[in-house]
């Protein structure tokens, strides 16, 4: 395969009755979502997932986007392209947006009665008139055809897109973007404890 896969490993591996916190990132979650023998194999055996295919496009799309929205940020003014959707929002600036987006830090809620440590990195937040806060995520694709906003995403799956938002908590579910406000209130009612 890949010299950076080796298919077994010894650390990050759950152990029931150990002490502290073990770390779950929104993506393991969604794994066990998708096929609850695979997580297990990957979070308690220690059997990783072959990687997948690298998207370097998407990935300096990504890296663009973000630069460009830092700029912006620094002046706190909108993208010029916000007014012309509707969007009323400039980038939220805030200390530690550097160690949100980062994979293996990003932002973390604490569930003590499971001992998971939830986390997940952000692309960016933005920041309304309101002062709500909005969770962006960047996305690279590619159509034949008009791109519609409204399309049906049901069939996103199929296509491999799994980058909707989506929180499952307590039997609770919240999909889409949400504010600031919405997402801790969900998570406030999920019993689970703040760490910024």
């Not at 010029?80 to 550097?98: S, T």
């Not at 491999?160 to 929180?167: C, E, I, K, Q, S």
Request: aromatic share 12%.
């Amino acid at each position: 395969m890949s010299q950076y896969y080796s298919g077994k490993r010894s650390r990050n591996i759950f152990e029931p009755g150990a002490k502290g916190l073990f770390k779950l990132s929104r993506s393991k979650l969604e794994n066990f979502l998708n096929c609850p023998r695979c997580f297990y194999m990957d979070r308690r055996l220690g059997v990783d997932q072959p990687p997948g295919y690298p998207f370097s496009l998407n990935a300096a799309v990504d890296t663009l986007l973000k630069k460009e929205f830092d700029t912006l940020r620094r002046k706190q003014e909108p993208h010029p392209l916000f007014p012309q959707y509707g969007i009323d929002a400039v980038p939220f600036q805030h200390p530690k947006m550097n160690e949100w987006r980062e994979t293996m830090k990003g932002l973390q809620y604490s569930h003590e009665p499971s001992g998971f440590l939830v986390t997940g990195a952000v692309d960016d937040i933005w920041q309304n008139s309101k002062g709500e806060l909005h969770v962006v995520d960047y996305k690279a694709t590619s159509k034949n055809g008009e791109v519609n906003l409204d399309a049906d995403w049901q069939r996103s799956r199929e296509h491999g897109v799994t980058a909707v938002p989506t929180f499952s908590m307590g039997g609770r579910n919240l999909v889409g973007a949400q504010s600031y406000a919405v997402l801790e209130k969900f998570v406030q009612e999920g019993n689970t404890e703040k760490h910024l």
